[in-house]
């Protein structure tokens, strides 16, 4: 029994605790997954919106479960976060999208002053928490033998609200050491502004709640529209996420909107899709 805000006692109901007990079992699950090795990445191409050319692709991790099959992020990430093996899961998409990004190149012929073919991966908050993040990712980048900027980081304003000195040194040194930095889901929480200002970005990924606003009715997209200007202003690349329409697609390059990504372009696919698109692609 629990007490509630008014000071009296009531029960828990069933579903709360198959929740708990659920919630247990996720996380024994998710490590023997780890041991296991049933973490796979696929990987969601990046095309600039004027060429149509891809020039990175975002790195999303997926379970194999060996009972209920694919499984995506959202049925067990929270989990992986709240119980720590979230670390070992963004050390293992950290190697495995180093080395693949690695292989790509292979087949891109890199434009002179342009940077390489790149890959991105998503951080949690939780990973600055560990001592040898800079480590991790050096490490990664080192193995696969890749330019520090063939890697974006993608972080979200969130990571601002927990020790953000510690998080502002981390990104400052990655930022140094080469690596290129994005600002996830732009415009949905609330210091976005202020956590662009303080952290050393290089790109917006404009929210697909944003790019939804997009439907060729020109007062619409007011915030869209103003996202582009300001990265403008500020010499970032904006990316604009969820685009899954020509129509989408068109109008964002009219804004001046550089990058898109979206089922519009093509749904993430294993590293050996990336390698197909990118053979096609310098065919043409
Ligand atoms: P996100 O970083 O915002 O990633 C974009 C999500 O939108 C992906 O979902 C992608 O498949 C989906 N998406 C892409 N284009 C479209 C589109 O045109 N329409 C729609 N409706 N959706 C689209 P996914 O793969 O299920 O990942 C969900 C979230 O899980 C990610 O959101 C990210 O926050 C998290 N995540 C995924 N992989 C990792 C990882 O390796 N580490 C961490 N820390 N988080 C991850
Ligand atoms: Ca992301
Ligand atoms: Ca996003």
Known sequence: AKADGKGRYRWFRPSMRTAVVSRHQL???????????EFQVH???????RTGRPVAAEALVRWVHPERGLLFPETFIS???????????GRLV?????????GWQQHVERKPGE?????????????FA??????????????????????ILEI??????????????????LSGFGVRLAMDDFGTGYASLASLRKLPIDIIKIAKTFTDDITGNEEKSPFVRAMIELGEALGLVTLAEGVETAQQARELERLGCRLGQGYHFA???????????LQRYAEQ
């Open 115 to 127: 940077p390489p073919f790149a890959v991105a991966v998503n951080l949690s908050p939780a990973q």
């Open 27 to 37: 996380k024994s699950d998710l490590e023997r997954a780890a041991e296991r090795g």
């Open 79 to 89: 989990e992986a976060e709240n119980s720590g093996i979230i670390n070992e899961i």
């Open 130 to 151: 560990q001592p040898d993040l800079v480590a991790q990712i050096d490490e990664a980048v080192e193995a696969a033998g890749i330019d520090p900027n063939s890697l």
């Open 94 to 102: 950290l190697r495995h999208a180093c080395a693949h990004v690695g």
């Open 43 to 49: 990987y969601q191409p990046i095309v600039d919106l």
């Open 156 to 173: 979200t304003e969130t990571m601002m609200l927990q020790g953000s000195d510690r998080v502002l040194r981390t990104l400052d040194l």
């Open 267 to 277: 749904r993430p696919v294993p590293s050996a899709g990336i390698e197909l698109l």
